[in-house]
């Protein structure tokens, strides 16, 4: 996954709040990496509404 490539949040691993949920089956736009709570990485996704959160990278897929 690269910064700047189209993905599309395909699943959600673990119970978030309503925002966040209602991002499932969106497509965005990566803007960044975030290390997460040990030697993971994720990236920040950003939507068409302007709105971002973060991801793992096994919850997103490239979109073509």
Do not use: C, H
């Not at 119970?15 to 993971?40: C, F, H, P, Q």
């Not at 990485?41 to 509404?49: A, K, L, R, S």
Request: no cysteine.
């Amino acid at each position: 996954m690269e910064i700047g490539q189209k993905v599309k949040v395909y699943r959600l691993k673990d119970r978030v709040n309503r925002n966040v949920a209602g991002t499932l089956g969106k497509v965005g736009i990566i803007k960044e990496y975030k290390m997460t709570d040990g030697s993971g990485v994720g990236v920040v996704v950003q939507f068409d509404d302007r709105t971002s959160t973060w991801f793992f990278e096994d919850e997103i897929k490239p979109v073509n």
